[in-house]
């Protein structure tokens, strides 16, 4: 079989399996490295490569025509934000999104929330909350396109 057509496969097939819900998810480093070294061994068998040949990962990537795998959940995770910020104000994603919980929280290391990993993800795309509004222009900032 063709190296493109694997790559067409894993990219309606296997990658949104893999991403499933991952609009939603507060992901640490650990987590996204697991998601990446999952991708790229899939990606290594597809092309029949072990890590033993010392074949890098974006001359796999590029020879399957595939994104990395890190880069679309963030994608993913700022087209939902998008989505949810254009929402009217009634609606129950956009009141939960600005809800406001009394109370405190406990001693130590404040656990990773969903609107700190969209707060970094907006940094490292250079876009903020104001872009939102513009749907095609949001897009266009936040989307990682599989190289052609």
Same mark, same amino acid.
């Given at each position: 079989m063709p190296l493109k057509l694997k790559g067409k496969i894993y990219k309606s097939v296997i990658r949104p399996v893999v991403l @499933?819900?991952?609009? @939603?998810?507060?992901?640490? =480093? &650990?987590?996204e490295k697991r998601l990446h070294v999952a991708g790229m061994r899939m990606l290594r068998w597809m092309c029949g490569v072990t890590r033993m040949d010392k074949v890098r990962n974006e001359y796999i990537r590029g020879s $399957? =025509?595939?994104? #990395?795998?890190?880069? =679309? $959940? =963030?994608? /993913?995770?700022?087209?939902? @934000?998008? %989505?949810?910020?254009?929402?009217?104000?009634?609606?129950? &994603?956009?009141?939960?999104? /600005? $809800? %406001?919980?009394?109370?405190?929280?406990?001693?130590?290391? #404040?656990?990773?929330?969903?609107?700190?990993?969209?707060?970094?993800?907006m940094k490292e795309k250079g876009v903020d909350d104001s872009m939102t509004g513009d749907r095609t222009e949001w897009k266009k900032k936040t989307c990682c396109a599989d190289p052609k």
């Open positions: @499933y819900g991952s609009e @939603y998810w507060a992901v640490k =480093k &650990t987590d $399957l =025509k595939v994104a #990395p795998v890190t880069e =679309k $959940l =963030k994608g /993913n995770r700022l087209s939902w @934000y998008g %989505h949810v910020k254009r929402r009217d104000e009634t609606h129950v &994603t956009k009141a939960v999104m /600005n $809800l %406001h919980v009394d109370g405190w929280r406990g001693r130590g290391r #404040p656990k990773k929330r969903w609107m700190d990993c969209v707060r970094t993800d």
